[in-house]
């Protein structure tokens, strides 16, 4: 059974950082490019990062870019989201979800920036 | 790439068709000749789950009275007879072009 965990969720204030993580589980992970999305509570979905298979693309959403930086380690099957300079609009629901088209979605981890 | 969708909100009777209109501000066309357009399903507090993939594929598990349709910038995505399971947030996306945008999205409600 395919599985995406979120963790790393939490309250942090403007400017902090935090690092997401998605565990994978019941595929074979490194032959799937990945991805993180975001819903702001109430809001619509917005695509905030994208990496291939191998870690070598990478692509980020506009608001996101220079900030975030996505990553994975193939040997444990894991999905990294590093945030940086954290923005009140930053707030939102998480979730990271398999490619090439997003077929499976984890529950999502919520983060919080508030001061 | 702005992605449209309309109506925003569509009150539907059970039994009966619902259809919704994504309409994006460039061709979704990508040069490998696939048009990276899906429709999108969120049932009320959870995640979302793709049900339509370049332009009419349905994934392994959607009921067949979902589908897809259109070309280059204008899209549709009908229920043939619209369940009460079916409530929920409806959005469209593109992936033929980073960054990849979805609609505003639409709510269906009975």
């Known amino acids: 059974e395919v599985q995406l965990v979120e963790s790393g969720g939490g309250i942090v204030q403007p400017g902090g950082s935090l690092r997401l993580s998605c565990a994978a589980s019941?595929?074979?992970?490194?032959?799937?490019?990945m991805n993180w999305f975001r819903q702001a509570p109430g809001k619509g979905l917005e695509w905030v990062s994208y990496?291939?298979?191998?870690?070598?693309?990478?692509y980020y959403g506009d608001s996101v870019k220079g900030r975030f930086t996505i990553s994975r380690d193939n040997a444990k099957n894991s999905l990294y989201l590093q945030m940086d300079d954290l923005r009140v609009e930053d707030t939102a629901f998480y979730y990271c979800?398999?490619?090439?088209?997003?077929?499976?979605w984890g529950q999502g981890t919520l983060i919080s920036v508030s001061s | 790439i702005v992605m449209t969708q309309t109506p925003v909100s569509s009150p539907v009777t059970l039994g009966q068709p619902a259809s919704i209109s994504c309409r994006s501000s460039?061709?979704?066309?990508?040069?490998?000749?696939?048009?990276?357009l899906s429709w999108l399903q969120q049932r009320p507090g959870q995640p979302p789950r793709v049900l339509i993939y370049?332009?009419?594929n349905r994934f392994s598990g959607v009921p067949d009275r979902f589908s897809g349709s259109g070309a280059g910038t204008d899209f549709t995505l009908k229920i043939s007879r619209v369940e009460a399971e079916d409530v929920g947030l409806y959005y469209c996306?593109?992936?033929?072009?980073?960054?990849?945008?979805f609609g505003q999205g639409t709510r269906v409600e009975i």
């Open positions: 996306m593109q992936a033929t072009q980073f960054p990849w945008t």
């Open positions: 460039q061709s979704l066309l990508h040069s490998d000749g696939n048009t990276y």
């Open positions: 370049k332009i009419s």
């Open positions: 019941g595929f074979t992970f490194n032959i799937y490019e």
């Open positions: 990496i291939s298979n191998n870690g070598k693309s990478r």
């Open positions: 979800a398999r490619g090439p088209f997003y077929d499976f």
